[in-house]
């Protein structure tokens, strides 16, 4: 949609839905300044999963409100003053399951703004989305998109996505759990898994808070949340939308499991994390700042042009060009 109609209203775009070098990247979220003349700026955001609502529909909701409200943060934006949106998407709800479904969905918005202080001011339901072929009911998957609206206090401090620049710092902040249920590496192979990404609200607002802060104090040269593909593939995309190569070793994840394969803390999908690119100059104040919440340094950015990952033994177990990666992201778009 972003690439055939114009999102732009009267040029008040500040971070546009693609970004980096080539202006082709993926942005976490999108921030406008309605008043021309003003400084301040409207951040919209959003978040989906329907493959976790297949098995719980519970953190399928509660995982939408998490990645929307990520996104506000990863453009530099804060919890201070967000509004909710739901849309649901669902089948027949005087099916049990359907509507325990819903039911369980709901519980999830309602923790969940509680929980982040983010009230859910309107949204819309679709129900009964349902076909029959013979004797057979055919189901859309619960799917709950979630948007957030956000007040940015002051637009020239709005963040972007893309690696910045070379001898740069990577972090990831955040935990990562055996989280692959749902998630996107499970879909390529064909699987669905059982360990949906959950959600703590009180480490996740406490993670967010600490970013918003070192966002607005200058310290991010880049930030980037974690969602399908996991760290693998926000940090490729980091690479590939800045033009540079980034090494990354698994070995400096914190993990909130003990996990020993390289290939799942790779692409684990669990929920509030972010990339997070940092100048040398301001890695001893980053790192204050984050001391109240898990962070690893993972590697640096580089000039190669390649991805690189090293994995828990030290061994390369990744090594990609970025143009190959981002052809392979573009590619399906192109049409």
């Not at 978040?47 to 519970?58: H, M, Q, S, T, V």
């Not at 690893?296 to 000039?303: F, K, S």
Request: aromatic share 6%; proline share 4%.
């Amino acid at each position: 949609i972003i690439r055939q109609y114009d999102h732009e209203v009267q040029g008040g775009s500040v971070v546009k839905p693609l970004t980096g070098i080539g202006n082709d990247g993926p942005s976490d979220a999108s921030v406008t300044r309605p008043v021309l003349h003003s400084d301040r700026g409207v951040i919209i955001s959003c978040g989906i999963n329907p493959r976790y609502g297949l098995i719980d529909p519970y953190w399928m909701a509660a995982s939408a409100v998490d990645e929307a409200l990520r996104n506000q943060i990863a453009v530099g934006g804060s919890l201070d003053r967000v509004a909710l949106l739901d849309n649901f998407s669902w089948g027949n709800p005087d099916v049990p399951e359907r509507l325990g479904a819903l039911v369980r969905a709901a519980k999830a918005c309602h923790d969940a703004s509680t929980a982040y202080g983010c009230p859910f001011i309107s949204g819309k339901d679709s129900l009964n989305n349902e076909y029959r072929v013979g004797d057979k009911t055919i189901s859309i998957p619960p799917t709950l998109l979630i948007s957030a609206m956000g007040i940015m206090s002051d637009v020239r401090k709005a963040k972007t996505m893309d690696a910045k620049g070379v001898g740069s710092l990577i972090y990831v902040v955040g935990k990562t759990f055996d989280e692959l249920g749902g998630s996107h590496y499970y879909l390529v192979h064909g699987e669905i898994g059982c360990n949906v990404p959950r959600v703590s609200f009180v480490d996740a607002r406490c993670i967010m808070e600490s970013l918003s802060g070192a966002s607005r104090k200058g310290l991010l040269r880049s930030i980037h949340d974690c969602s399908e593909g996991g760290i693998g593939v926000a940090c490729a995309e980091m690479a590939f939308a800045g033009g540079l190569g980034i090494e990354i070793d698994l070995s400096h994840v914190p993990l909130g499991d003990p996990i020993e394969r390289d290939d799942k803390i790779l692409f684990s999908e669990s929920n509030t994390r972010f990339i997070v690119e940092v100048g040398e100059r301001n890695r001893l104040q980053f790192e204050a700042e984050m001391r109240n919440v898990p962070f690893g340094l993972l590697g640096t950015v580089d000039d190669s042009g390649d991805f690189v990952v090293k994995g828990m033994t030290g061994k390369v177990v990744v090594s990609a060009d970025i143009a190959g990666l981002k052809e392979a992201w573009q590619k399906p778009l192109r049409w």
